[in-house]
């Protein structure tokens, strides 16, 4: 089934330059880049990506940690797209926790758990379909992307924004 999925390198991959090997090790699951950017991660943005952890007592640091205020203050977001992209990404990325990750993945080569808890974990994917739409919607606009991943529509809308002088 031919999927999407996001993928964050988040600020310690990129301070730890590992944005290469990164590419590299993704490069084997044979899925297209449709998508990617560098992002100076917003403290909303930050808060809807992890929405689903508000709750948690880590939540505060985990908002830190992707704002890049321990690290450098970027992220690479890319979107992947293939067959069953979502598994292949996955299983490359390794297990969340970096301790408990193959030693082979990129989490289980790279990974750490700081003193205070937070998973620096050089990177992040999507876990399913709906999150992986979600999240993607998040980061991209439809015009990001090199192909149609959902149904747009037109919309004519004044906003102000920084253009070049």
């Not at 993607?136 to 149904?151: A, C, G, R, S, T």
Request: proline share 4%; glycine share 4%; hydrophobic share 40%.
């Amino acid at each position: 089934m031919m999927q999407a999925t996001l993928v964050l390198i988040k600020p310690d991959g990129l301070k730890k330059s590992l944005t290469g090997n990164v590419l590299t090790r993704l490069s084997e699951t044979k899925l297209d880049i449709v998508a990617a950017r560098i992002v100076k991660v917003s403290k909303a943005l930050a808060e809807n990506h992890y929405i689903q952890l508000k709750d948690k007592p880590f939540f505060d640091e985990l908002l830190k940690y992707l704002m890049g205020e321990y690290h450098k203050k970027k992220v690479m977001a890319l979107v992947y797209y293939g067959e069953d992209a979502i598994d292949k990404v996955r299983k490359i990325c390794g297990a969340t926790n970096p301790e408990e990750a193959d030693p082979v993945s990129i989490r289980g080569a790279y990974g750490r758990i700081t003193t205070k808890g937070v998973y620096e974990n050089v990177i992040h994917a999507s876990t399913n379909e709906q999150e992986s739409e979600r999240e993607i919607k998040l980061w991209f606009q439809p015009d990001e992307i090199i192909v149609d991943l959902y149904p747009t529509k037109n919309s004519k809308e004044k906003i102000d924004r920084r253009v070049w002088a």
